[in-house]
């Protein structure tokens, strides 16, 4: 099984900030990797799949970077509504898929 | 507009069985490959199964969790996605979502039902 581990667990900032979030996979996952936003009371949804794609609606100031075993997401210029929990996961050894144990990014 | 609506959640004792089913509708649901998620409380997200289209021979393939005790199955003609989960345990608790797989060359998971609670208690 493929583990994955996003760092860190927590992540606070304030409205307008950068945010990096890290995830590293146990394996090389090559470019198979999505990362899906999910807010309070919400399901989860797709951000990013490929390492680097933006999902349809995804706004720019999102981005995501990496490949082998080291990525990451970036959020340029953090808004009130990114605040949430965020989830990186592999798809390399799909059909099973494994996800990262997410990072909190709550407001500072 | 892409839904996913899933229905048939509950409290079931241990040892007991369950099935949950999601709805779909604002997609060719013949050709959608489909997977369930569970998300335990307050943790993170975990794979549990998915299940390949008519065309792709309905495979399934499970988490080894629920391997040999969850079951998913699809009703084309209802645009509908099953979950039967038998010999339940107390850490199936979750609430599980249904989800489209989004293309084999990018396989990840495109649109998420608002998922169901299943508790799983005495």
């Known amino acids: 099984e493929i583990l994955m581990t996003q760092s860190p667990a927590t992540l606070s900032l304030s409205p307008g900030e950068r945010a990096t979030l890290s995830c590293r996979a146990s394996?090389?996952?090559?470019?198979?990797l999505a990362w899906y936003q999910q807010k309070p009371g919400q399901s989860p949804s797709l951000l990013i799949y490929?390492?680097?794609t933006r999902a349809t609606g995804i706004p720019a100031r999102f981005s995501g970077s990496g490949s082998g075993t080291e990525f990451s997401l970036t959020i340029s210029s953090l808004q009130s509504e990114d605040f949430a929990v965020y989830y990186c996961?592999?798809?390399?050894?799909?059909?099973?898929?494994?996800f990262g144990q997410g990072t909190k990014l709550e407001i500072k | 507009e892409v839904q996913l609506v899933e229905s048939g959640g509950g409290l079931v004792e241990p040892g007991g069985s369950l099935r949950v089913s999601c709805a779909a509708s604002?997609?060719?649901?013949?050709?959608?490959?489909m997977t369930w998620v569970r998300q335990a409380p307050g943790e993170g997200l975990e794979w549990v199964g998915r299940?390949?289209?008519?065309?792709?021979?309905?495979?399934?393939d499970y988490a080894a969790p629920v391997k040999g005790r969850f079951t998913i199955s699809r009703d084309d003609s209802q645009s509908t996605v099953y979950l039967q989960m038998n010999s339940l345990k107390p850490e199936d608790t979750a609430v599980y979502y249904c989800?489209?797989?989004?293309?084999?060359?990018?396989?990840?998971?495109?649109?998420w039902g608002q998922g169901v609670l299943v508790t799983v208690s005495s």
């Open positions: 989800t489209t797989v989004s293309s084999v060359a990018n396989p990840v998971f495109g649109n």
């Open positions: 604002g997609i060719k649901f013949i050709d959608a490959w």
């Open positions: 299940i390949k289209s008519k065309g792709g021979g309905e495979t399934t």
């Open positions: 394996q090389s996952v090559g470019s198979n």
């Open positions: 490929g390492a680097s």
């Open positions: 996961q592999q798809y390399n050894n799909w059909p099973m898929y494994t």
